[in-house]
């Protein structure tokens, strides 16, 4: 009986270390598809068009612009700002 029971943990070892040799030793495909975005010319101009798409879509309660300012997103404008100029 400890026999058969031997035999069949390592028969479900080898099953498992197939399993893992197709997960990890095969090709991957996971950006296949994948097409890469250019840098934006003015990043300034479109972190806050896309902001303005993010305040078109959220409740009454979160359009106020201390959202803004809580998120520290008017250091992030102005920083894209600064590289722009560069």
Do not use: C, H
Not at 24 to 50: C, E, H, I, T, W
Not at 67 to 81: P, S
């Amino acid at each position: 009986a400890s026999r058969l029971a031997k035999d069949d943990e390592s028969s479900n070892k080898r099953e498992l270390l197939v399993q893992l040799e197709g997960l990890l030793l095969n090709q991957q495909s996971f950006n296949r598809g994948y097409q890469p975005m250019d840098v934006p010319q003015k990043p300034a101009k479109s972190y806050l068009d896309s902001y303005a798409k993010y305040r078109n879509s959220v409740s009454l309660l979160e359009k106020p612009g201390a959202l803004l300012v809580q998120n520290g997103e008017i250091d992030t404008w102005k920083r894209l700002k600064r590289q722009e100029k560069v």
